[in-house]
């Protein structure tokens, strides 16, 4: 019994397990048709989209054809009436065509009249040719004509630049006789007070005369004062009533000369300023050393066109440099005046009495005269108006190394002695420059003789030669 129901259990055992295989594979099977319905599923949603999008992309595209069936409409419609304004047009052209037709008519009428016309015109031009012809004729000859008269124009210009000429000339003629006539008031004046002069000086004379005829007269020229009143009576009086011009002046005598430098204004008045007597001269004769001024002056003229500055050693109150400075307007030159003095007499390193043997007492005297308190302030106070001069304190040639040009137009020296003069010019005359002046102020004076044969000996040594001049300078030309 439990063996039949056992194998019964075995039997609904196998059964349940064949059922449970059957309903595996149901389910498998099941899983299976899932997993297809799902992926169908899946392409039914992707081609359901898709439809979507065909469906959207449908919707627009017909939204596009529906605007331009909308802008085919209108433009039918410009087209229409594009049509009309062309029919409108074509009417017009016709008519135009119409016009044009009747003016090409008239046209071809102006053209033959036109043709007329030309032919007319070159007669007319031929006319006009021969017209020209006889008008280029007609202007060589009034060129020929025109080249004479401005021949005679240049020659009429020549005549009156002669003629301007002539007028000046006879305008500077009457100035100048002008000027003789006031000259000729002015010195008739002068004659005037003159003879008053001469009445006195005739009665002066008169009682010299008295002492002359005594015998006086050689014993009054023993004296040196009386001698000295004697000459400048006879050079100021007595020559001045037989000669057209006296210059009586630092020993220096001329007679009809015509010291031309008295007509500068400039120099006039600076040598004015300046002029007084002179500690070594007993004649202080009226002209005082206006002709050695004028020397220096010439020289400086000549060299403000050369290269170089200018140089004076020996400066003592600085007259000299400055009558030079303002004639020859100093302060507008583009160069440097440089002044050298001690401003306190002679050094005696380089100066002593032997230099002076023909006036034992010279050195003491000329220490007297040149030591003046203050004279270094008062020369930079005169040149204070030129800031292109410099003043230079100092015993010469020592000096020089302190400061001085590297080249030289005018070169003026004044140092009454032998060693510092030599000295001076061993330094700087081989800076002057081609052209360049050297003045010599003591050379033809009989007190420097020394010092007259120590510098012709320099010169000589280099070629050159001293031109002595009437006033007691020196004068040497650079080559």
């Given at each position: ?129 021969t017209q020209n012809q006889k008008l280029q004729k007609d202007k060589t000859d009034l060129s020929q004509q025109f080249e004479n008269l401005e ?75 009386t001698t000295c009143v004697f000459v400048n009576k006879i050079t100021s009086g007595a020559l001045g009533r037989h000669h057209r011009s006296v ?98 007499g002679f050094s005696s390193k380089y100066t002593s009495q032997e230099d002076f043997p023909f006036n034992p007492k010279f050195l003491d005297f ?114």
């Amino acid at each position: 019994m439990f063996k039949n129901i056992y194998t019964k259990c075995l039997n609904h055992a196998g059964y349940a397990v064949i059922m449970m295989d059957n309903l595996e594979t149901e389910r498998r099977k099941y899983q299976e048709d899932k997993t297809d319905l799902s992926r169908q599923f899946e392409n039914l949603e992707t081609q359901n989209r898709k439809l979507h999008e065909n469906k959207t992309d449908l919707s627009r595209q017909l939204e596009d054809l529906e605007a331009q069936n909308e802008k085919l409409q209108e433009d039918r419609t410009d087209l229409s009436r594009k049509l009309e304004n062309l029919e409108t047009q074509n009417r017009k052209l016709h008519e135009n065509k119409t016009d044009l037709s009747r003016q090409f008519e008239n046209l071809e009428t102006q053209n033959r009249k036109l043709q007329k016309d030309k032919t007319d015109l070159s007669r007319q031009l031929k006319n006009l040719e021969t017209q020209n012809q006889k008008l280029q004729k007609d202007k060589t000859d009034l060129s020929q004509q025109f080249e004479n008269l401005e021949t005679q124009n240049q020659k009429l210009q020549e005549d009156k630049t002669d003629l301007s000429r002539q007028i000046e000339a006879l305008c500077c003629e009457r100035d100048q006789l002008l000027q003789e006539r006031n000259s000729l008031h002015k010195e008739r004046e002068e004659m005037r007070q003159e003879m008053e002069s001469l009445r006195h000086e005739l009665n002066s004379l008169a009682q010299e005369n008295e002492e002359v005829v005594q015998g006086n007269f050689e014993r009054m020229l023993q004296n040196s004062e009386t001698t000295c009143v004697f000459v400048n009576k006879i050079t100021s009086g007595a020559l001045g009533r037989h000669h057209r011009s006296v210059f009586w002046g630092d020993r220096l005598l001329t007679l009809d000369k015509a010291a031309g430098f008295y007509e500068e204004d400039k120099f006039k008045d600076c040598h004015s300023q300046i002029n007084q007597p002179q500690n070594y001269d007993q004649y202080a004769g009226p002209d005082g050393i206006a002709w050695r001024l004028n020397t220096l002056v010439w020289a400086a003229k000549c060299a403000l066109n050369l290269p170089g500055d200018f140089v004076e050693c020996g400066v003592f109150q600085g007259d000299m440099s400055w009558v030079v400075a303002n004639v020859i307007d100093w302060a507008q030159v583009d160069k440097t005046f440089y002044l050298y003095d001690t401003f306190e007499g002679f050094s005696s390193k380089y100066t002593s009495q032997e230099d002076f043997p023909f006036n034992p007492k010279f050195l003491d005297f000329a220490n007297k005269v040149y030591q003046i308190p203050g004279l270094f302030e008062q020369v930079c106070e005169r040149f204070k108006e030129f800031s292109n001069v410099k003043i230079i304190k100092g015993v010469l040639p020592d000096a020089l190394d302190e400061e001085s040009p590297e080249k030289i137009a005018f070169l003026h020296i004044d140092l009454n002695s032998v060693k510092p003069e030599i000295g001076v010019l061993e330094v700087l005359f081989d800076r002057v420059v081609s052209g360049g002046i050297v003045i010599f102020d003591d050379y033809g004076w009989l007190e420097y003789l020394r010092q007259k044969r120590a510098e012709d000996a320099f010169m000589s040594e280099r070629g050159y030669s001293i031109m002595e001049l009437p006033t007691g300078q020196g004068l040497v030309v650079k080559r």
